[in-house]
């Protein structure tokens, strides 16, 4: 028994046989032409929705390599003016040791004051610094507030320890900016454990130094005083633990230069000839701030050429300026370490960002790009196919009943 094929059927087929081979066609046309193999989810939706992902890790990444320039630009202005600071203490502790000289006038030494007081000036606007946005980059989080004020001698802070942070990759986040209390305010005085000083009412031409920690382990926290005194024509000394009221050393001789035990862990030495009454303090260091520190001393080169303070109170205040000076600058290169170390950071992570970057747009062609050999070969047969389809329906089409008798 044969099987006749109805004239719709064949029609029907012919149809959809050429309409197929007309979409195919037009999908490789469009394939080639935007060199795309996906060009919507149809095309492939397995392909399409991992493209997707793909894009979206690689927009990810793309705000990373945004997030790392803008960081980039951000520490090397911090750097810069963390660089210009370093500048103006470095010019700060040479006018210190210049106004140290015995043989400069009082007329020289308030010369030199005015010199500090402009540095001071300098080293307050730049504290005060602004970066491209209009932000201070000094005041932490409460950018909008000028942070440094300095008036008769006091110094105001209007900022917060906040640290911005920007991220650069999923693990990574960098700082942006270093809090002014940081830098200017968190800073130990004296040699950084203790802090010695003359008393303000000696008339002796005795200075005390920086004195120095001979026994770790048995520091506190007890403030104590050297109290020196004239017996009979001969210089004692007595230390006393003015924390407790105990007195440790009672009577001693005075030697200019000796070492001098103060309690168990501290070691200080007073040189020059100390007058009857006079005071050496030796306490543990506290927090300082260079921009009053400058002051004072700005204030006691004043007094000296004024006549209203010795020489000596001078030079201990000069010896105490330089040393909080010291420890200001200290807190300024660990700043500007910190700042070339996380600039390296953020190198090492362009690198790699950069690597991802390349390896998910590799990854992104492989499945969405079109293969151009294989797409010309397609394209080639699908037209060879879609035109025998016609000419085999066009010539199949025109035959009736009459061409089979």
């Not at 950018?143 to 693990?171: C, E, M």
């Not at 130094?209 to 009979?232: H, M, P, Q």
């Not at 300026?321 to 600058?329: F, G, K, M, V």
């Amino acid at each position: 028994m044969s099987m006749r094929i109805s004239t719709s059927t064949f029609h029907d087929v012919g149809y959809r046989t050429i309409a197929k081979n007309q979409t195919d066609l037009l999908k490789l046309q469009n394939q080639f032409s935007s060199g795309k193999r996906i060009n919507s989810a149809a095309d492939d939706p397995v392909g399409a929705m991992r493209a997707a992902e793909l894009n979206a890790a690689k927009s990810v990444n793309d705000q990373f390599n945004r997030n790392q320039l803008y960081a980039q630009n951000s520490l090397g202005f911090l750097d810069g003016i963390v660089g210009d600071i370093d500048d103006v203490m470095q010019t700060m502790r040479e006018t210190l040791v210049a106004a140290g000289n015995g043989a400069l006038s009082p007329a020289d030494k308030k010369s030199l004051g005015i010199q500090l007081r402009s540095k001071l000036d300098e080293l307050l606007r730049l504290s005060n610094s602004k970066d491209e946005s209009g932000r201070h980059i000094f005041a932490g989080f409460s950018d909008a507030s000028t942070p440094f004020n300095l008036v008769g001698g006091i110094l105001t802070y209007q900022g917060d320890n906040g640290v911005r942070q920007l991220p650069v990759s999923a693990t990574t986040n960098v700082p942006l900016n270093i809090s002014g209390s940081e830098l200017f305010l968190d800073v130990r005085s004296g040699n950084g454990v203790i802090q010695t000083a003359a008393a303000p009412g000696n008339t002796g031409t005795g200075l005390i130094n920086g004195g120095s920690v001979v026994n770790a382990a048995a520091l506190t926290d007890d403030n104590f005083e050297v109290r020196i005194r004239d017996v009979s024509g001969t210089l004692v000394y007595d230390v006393v633990n003015t924390t407790t009221s105990t007195t440790l050393v009672n009577g001693a001789t005075y030697s200019p230069g000796a070492s001098i035990m103060v309690g168990p862990a501290l070691s200080v030495s007073i040189t020059g000839t100390p007058a009857n009454n006079d005071i050496f303090s030796v306490q543990p260091a506290q927090t300082q701030n260079v921009f009053q520190s400058i002051d004072r001393v700005i204030r006691a080169l004043d007094d000296f050429s004024a006549g209203t303070i010795s020489n000596a109170a001078l030079t201990d205040r000069l010896r105490i300026a330089t040393a909080n000076l010291d420890q200001s600058y200290e807190q300024v290169l660990t700043a500007r370490n910190r700042i070339g170390n996380t600039m390296q950071e953020l190198e090492r992570q362009a690198d790699i960002n950069s690597r991802k970057d390349i390896e998910l747009q590799t990854r992104i062609s492989e499945i969405v790009d079109v293969d151009t050999i294989k797409a010309v070969t397609e394209l080639s047969k699908t037209q060879s196919a879609l035109e025998a389809s016609q000419a085999l329906y066009s010539s199949i089409a025109k035959r009736n009943l009459f061409d089979y008798l």
